[in-house]
């Protein structure tokens, strides 16, 4: 229990006087989980809109492998990244490994899937919904997409507040990935692995509620923005 | 367009990766988290104008990494697979750079009674007779295999519930032998630095098998035209110098020295 107390104070007094090494990994572990949110969801979305409005042969197939792939381990997922990215393995001339870019390249594996599967369950019951609709209009594919993921945004935007969650609180891949440097590729996470490995469990706790607080304060950014819980159904 | 696009998401990527005069090193957990680092590095900045960005890992795991080219250097203890590391080829050469020394840490009251034992082999051997909870690293880093040295010296086997293989590094290790008031081999630096002891106390050091030689590999350039061959000849010349000599002998934590510098020895 006092480690508890000790990590809730030293989170309280790095965030109060703005530790500057605080400062540093935060932003980067912002950078790399909102850089990948942002190309997951550009690939997710329009795939979950896909299968909810085409059918195709392997439709039925696609979703039960995005389902399952949800829960795909993080450390499997680094683990093959490493190897592709390693100098030894087929991207190995790109020299990406050890940097924040490995990080994004792992996390957006990790994110598609969930935000895919999740986007795809809502857009399907919308799409139940539009289907006579948008059939007696006799718009085309991309319409019936583009309407879908239009009307079905806030939706949207819970499927991605899911992926920033998985994101944000993610360490066995970018642990491996980006080796956990100083300054270079240490975020919260990782930071957090170090500080629990030092037996330092105060300021281990401390970061994992800084961690807490930084997720808690994107969420509610996110719904104020989208102002969420103030209209009717949408 | 999609061609374009991967390829321009390439060039972007790889920019954001360049950076100059930067060695990427490999080091062990117990080398980090003695803490050596954080004055080692800074000086090294300061002389050589070389940024050092550590990745902290196992001796296996290191040493892969050195292999597949991933990083310019590594600097880990186990000599055996060091000298298999640079004769396959992977490192140029090894470099014996200084040594620090295992320890056994134990419940205080030492129900094994390892205290007051003459060697490292006996101690062992009293934990194993006695059934005592050991927890090894079991990772195969540097600090196993010495562990796993020190018990084929001492003639045994270590298997049954009391040896408990935890898989993990220093850190780790440690907590769960706090946890289960075990007894478990750790280097001095780490112990010293460790935050969590609980009921844990040092029982048994002193005995020279336990001495633990750190030394530096750099990656073969030949096989991997893309490390650092440069900056790490400056690096291991600083290295090899009196002013590294000054440093790491002089480094101390709660007024102990850790590391004895014994370079060209």
Redesign the interface.
């Known amino acids: 229990m006092g480690d508890l107390w000790a990590g809730l104070a030293q989170g309280f007094w790095m965030v109060a006087t703005l530790d500057p090494e605080l400062v540093e990994i935060t932003l980067r572990s912002l950078r790399v989980t909102l850089t990948a949110l942002l190309i997951a969801s550009a690939i997710a979305f329009p795939l979950a809109a896909l299968l909810a409005v085409k059918r195709f042969r392997l439709r039925r197939l696609t979703i039960a492998i995005l389902n399952a792939l949800m829960g795909l381990p993080p450390v499997v997922v680094g683990l093959i990244v490493y190897i592709l990215l390693?100098?030894?393995?087929p991207f190995?001339v790109?020299?990406?490994?050890?940097?924040?870019?490995a990080m994004?390249?792992a996390q957006v594996i990790i994110l598609v899937p969930l935000i895919a599967s999740v986007a795809h369950q809502s857009l399907r019951d919308l799409w139940s919904e539009y289907h006579d609709l948008l059939i007696a209009m006799n718009v085309t594919p991309w319409q019936k997409i583009t309407t879908l993921m239009w009307d079905a945004r806030r939706a949207l935007i819970t499927a991605a507040l899911a992926g920033f969650g998985r994101g944000i609180g993610e360490v066995g891949a970018i642990m491996i990935v980006g080796?956990?440097?100083?300054?270079?590729t240490r975020v919260l996470t990782t930071a957090i692995a170090?500080e629990?490995?030092?037996?330092?469990?105060?300021l281990a706790l401390g970061l994992g509620f800084v961690l807490i607080a930084l997720a808690l304060a994107v969420n509610l950014v996110t719904h104020w923005l989208g102002q969420t819980e103030r209209e009717g159904r949408w | 367009m999609m061609t374009r696009l991967i390829l321009s998401l390439?060039l972007l990527?790889?920019a954001?990766?360049?950076q100059a005069d930067t060695v990427?090193m490999a080091v062990t957990?117990s080398f980090h988290?003695s803490g050596l680092a954080d004055v080692l590095l800074p000086e090294i900045a300061r002389d050589t104008g070389i940024e050092v960005?550590?990745?902290?890992v196992g001796t296996g795991q290191a040493l892969r990494l050195g292999?597949?080219?991933?990083v310019d250097a590594v600097l880990v203890h186990s000599r055996s697979a060091e000298e298999a590391f640079v004769a396959a080829g992977h490192g140029t050469r090894r470099v014996p750079l200084m040594y620090n020394d295992f320890i056994l840490v134990g419940p205080a009251a030492d129900p094994a009674g390892i205290a007051d034992t003459g060697t490292a082999a006996e101690a062992l051997t009293r934990i194993a007779t006695a059934g005592a909870a050991f927890v090894s690293r079991g990772d195969d880093s540097g600090t196993h295999k010495a562990e796993l040295a020190l018990w084929s010296a001492a003639g045994i086997a270590p298997e049954g519930a009391w040896y408990k293989p935890v898989g993990a590094?220093?850190?780790?290790a440690?907590?769960t032998a706090?946890g289960l008031d075990a007894y478990v081999l750790s280097d001095r630096a780490s112990w010293l630095?460790?935050?969590?002891?609980g009921g844990l106390a040092l029982l048994f050091a002193g005995d020279p098998a336990l001495f633990n030689q750190y030394a530096f590999l750099p990656v073969n350039a030949e096989r991997?035209p893309?490390v650092q061959a440069g900056a790490v000849a400056r690096l291991e010349s600083w290295l090899l110098s009196d002013r590294a000599r000054e440093v790491i002998d002089g480094y101390t934590l709660g007024g102990e020295a850790l590391f004895v510098y014994n370079a060209g020895e």
């Open positions: 390693s100098r030894s393995g190995g790109l020299g990406l490994l050890f940097t924040p870019s994004v390249i080796g956990n440097i100083d300054h270079a170090l629990t490995g030092r037996g330092d469990f105060a | 390439g990527l790889s954001l990766a360049a990427r957990t988290n960005q550590l990745l902290v292999a597949a080219g991933d590094g220093m850190g780790a440690l907590n706090s630095n460790f935050g969590n002891r991997h893309h």
